[in-house]
């Protein structure tokens, strides 16, 4: 990191955790997430010299592979998918990393396979890790990293809990499960997912993936308003006006249609990513910095989110779909309906949004919107918080609505920062014109972990925090399954204002959609 110059620098307590080396296993260990995330970022942590001495990594899948056909695999998925890409080329440090590197079959619905790892985890046999140096040490420590379909999640810790490689009081070290999303359909089902884990894993022992509290940004809201006294003061109802929370992207569903499908942009993205940042913003001080504090905080956020009628919900929300269209590139972009696996007469939503608001003391009142949507023009993550119009008398009086109201934008992606914006008067005019304060991450630092790196060194250090427990996960579903059901009682050909579905083109930008969708009068004084 190039600390510019010699402002106080305080590095936060590193030795409270500290990653462990284990057996880190990764079931889907042949698929599309362990070759372009897991296994990079494993790389990179080692590249930077953060993974700890001792880690094994085992890929699992039912693929014949041998290890030395899959480290070659890995070693091409890492080389073009690594930050490091000068030093990813680096024979010495790929041979060495790759030495670590293992590979076993396993269909996860075959309870037989579950006998070597046991062999492995429990009864410590090394000749199950065929080549494994006669220097190295079997870590006493497991985590299982669950890259499969949801479906398995259920499927793989029972399997392992019944062949004793559960997280067992009694087993030497500590045996982690690392759960990727989507966690659950909807609130019952989540429950269930959760009943079925703590059969066989501790709550403590459970890392439910939300990637983008991995994110730099993301992680820095709390450092940026809970180290600072300037915002604090004024991050509540007196002050704000309203918060937007956007996410939004270029593509649309490429080849996810068969997940897509049944899932739609308020599952996919609004239950995870947007409540996150929602919580994130909003929540109150924690009592420490400790995992369980955070998250009892993020917990009261989401209680405090209203229990919405029908019609308030539909008030509130809006769904989009996207036509056939042109992306950003100048690339066709296929109709929604036409894309793979998608079913012709789809009503799925690719655009959501929900207005809603957290009656707790701070924040009563303040319309909190939730977006996100594909195949538009614009690809980015931020929040922005608008501040209150200034009183009507002196600028305000004279400029009205042409007097800017103050706002805080904390970008997500690209170009992760925060900017101020404010009123200051035109040099040589008699005029006022906003203006911002910006800052860039990129101008101080060329250091951008991928969140990947941050969630895998966190699991195996055990600091839960930017994870997700699991009531955190059934209170966000319970606001998704209420708009779902809104939705459902609609027709999707009626007016969006209805609750119907909006097709727009493909390539549309968020401006255009929202005064299309958004800004109709319904919105205006929601109740
Ligand atoms: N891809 C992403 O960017 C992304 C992003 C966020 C979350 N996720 C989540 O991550 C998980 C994995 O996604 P993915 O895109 O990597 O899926 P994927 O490409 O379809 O890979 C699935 C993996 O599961 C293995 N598998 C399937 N059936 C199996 C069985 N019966 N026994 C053992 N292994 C089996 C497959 O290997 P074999 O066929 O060789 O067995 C493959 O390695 C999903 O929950 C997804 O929602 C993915």
Same mark, same amino acid.
């Not at 309870?111 to 006493?140: F, M, N, Q």
């Not at 910095?289 to 919900?313: G, N």
């Given at each position: ?93 790929? %041979? ?136 604090? *003061? ?38 995870? %990513? ?92 303040? *319309? ?22 200034? *009183? ?122 929202? %005064? ?12």
């Amino acid at each position: 990191m190039n600390i510019a110059d010699d402002s106080p620098y305080c590095r936060l307590d590193t030795t409270r955790f500290s990653p462990e080396p284990a057996l880190f296993f990764v079931f889907g260990a042949s698929g599309d997430l362990a070759s372009r995330k897991i296994f990079p970022a494993l790389y990179d942590l080692y590249l930077e010299k953060q993974l700890p001495v001792g880690l094994l990594m085992i890929g699992a899948a039912r693929r014949e592979y041998s290890t030395e056909q899959f480290r070659e695999i890995m070693r091409t998925s890492c080389m073009a998918h690594s930050r490091h890409k000068a030093e990813a080329l680096h024979d010495e440090a790929w %041979h060495d990393f790759s030495q670590r590197i293992f590979y076993l079959r396993n269909d996860v619905e075959d309870t037989g396979s579950y006998a070597t790892i046991r062999k492995l985890v429990v009864e410590r046999d090394r000749s199950v890790l065929a080549g494994l140096g006669p220097g190295a040490e079997l870590p006493e420590n497991t985590l299982y990293y669950l890259a499969v379909t949801p479906e398995f999640f259920p499927v793989i810790a029972e399997n392992l809990g019944r062949s004793g490689c559960g997280s067992d009081a009694s087993s030497q070290g500590w045996r982690r499960l690392v759960v990727e999303k989507p966690y659950g359909k909807d609130q019952q089902s989540a429950a269930r997912l959760t009943e079925s884990l703590h059969r066989w894993f501790e709550e403590r022992d459970i890392y439910r993936i939300d990637h983008y509290l991995g994110k730099e940004a993301v992680q820095n809201l709390l450092h940026f308003r809970f180290a600072n006294t300037i915002f604090e *003061p004024v991050w509540n109802r007196n002050y704000i006006d309203r918060i937007e929370i956007t996410v939004v992207e270029q593509e649309g569903i490429g080849t996810r249609g068969g997940y897509y499908d049944g899932f739609g942009a308020a599952r996919d993205m609004l239950q995870n %990513h947007l409540t996150q940042l929602l919580c994130l913003t909003v929540m109150e001080p924690p009592a420490s910095l400790s995992p369980e504090h955070i998250r009892d905080e993020k917990v009261k956020v989401l209680r405090a989110i209203p229990e919405y009628s029908k019609e308030q919900i539909l008030a509130r929300a809006r769904r989009g779909q996207y036509m056939a269209g042109t992306d950003a590139q100048g690339r066709a972009v296929p109709d929604y309906r036409a894309e793979h696996k998608v079913r012709p007469d789809s009503a799925t939503e690719t655009y959501a949004s929900l207005t809603l608001s957290v009656e707790n003391w701070r924040f009563s009142d303040v *319309p909190i919107t939730l977006r996100t949507g594909k195949a538009l023009a614009e690809k980015y993550s931020e929040i922005v918080l608008y501040f209150k119009r200034p *009183p009507s008398a002196l600028f305000a009086a004279l400029c009205g609505d042409r007097l800017a109201t103050n706002s805080l934008t904390v970008r997500i992606q690209p170009d992760e920062g925060i900017w101020l914006s404010f009123n200051a008067k035109v040099p040589g005019e008699p005029a006022i014109r906003s203006n911002s304060l910006r800052f860039s991450y990129r101008e101080v630092t060329d250091y951008f972990p991928e969140a990947y790196e941050r969630l895998i060194l966190d699991a195996l250090s055990g600091d839960s925090t930017l994870f997700i427990r699991a009531d955190e996960s059934e209170l966000a579903w319970k606001v998704i399954d209420r708009l779902e059901a809104a939705w459902a009682s609609v027709e999707s050909g009626s007016n969006p204002e209805e609750g119907g579905l909006l097709r727009y083109s493909a390539g549309t930008s968020l401006k255009a959609l929202r %005064h299309q969708i958004e800004e109709s009068p319904r919105l205006e004084g929601i109740s």
